[in-house]
């Protein structure tokens, strides 16, 4: 059974950098897709940010882009989201999602995303 944990949140000012990490265990990593999520309260999950299987393919949602990035390293299981010129609207309860999706692209929807850490907690003071 695929396992994901998320580390790396805390509670940082504006402008500031955090790196979060997602373990992820239960599987052969090299085959699934991964993505970051975020929940803010009272608002829906949005899409942050996905990587191929392979790493070779990103996507970012516009309102980070050129902000965050995503990354993974296949030999360590893991994949990153390091996270700078932090505003407060990017509060949130953030999210590591995983989808077996050999060969293929990032993803976007959480529809396709089989599955999901537990979160970790992102706050960001102005």
């Known amino acids: 059974q695929v396992q994901l944990v998320e580390t790396g949140g805390g509670l940082v000012q504006a402008g500031g950098s955090l790196r979060l990490s997602c373990a992820f265990s239960?599987?052969?990593?090299?085959?699934?897709?991964m993505a970051w999520f975020r929940q803010a309260p009272g608002k829906e999950r949005e899409f942050v940010a996905a990587?191929?299987?392979?790493?070779?393919?990103?996507k970012h949602a516009d309102s980070v882009k050129g902000r965050f990035t995503i990354s993974r390293n296949n030999a360590q299981n893991t994949v990153y989201l390091q996270m700078s010129s932090l505003k407060p609207e990017d509060t949130a309860l953030y999210f590591c999602?995983?989808?077996?999706?050999?060969?293929?692209?990032?993803?976007?929807?959480?529809?396709?995303?089989?599955?999901w850490g537990q979160g970790t907690q992102v706050t960001v003071s102005s």
């Open positions: 239960g599987g052969t990593f090299r085959n699934y897709a």
């Open positions: 999602a995983a989808d077996f999706a050999p060969y293929s692209g990032p993803r976007i929807s959480p529809n396709v995303y089989d599955y």
């Open positions: 990587v191929s299987d392979t790493g070779g393919a990103t």
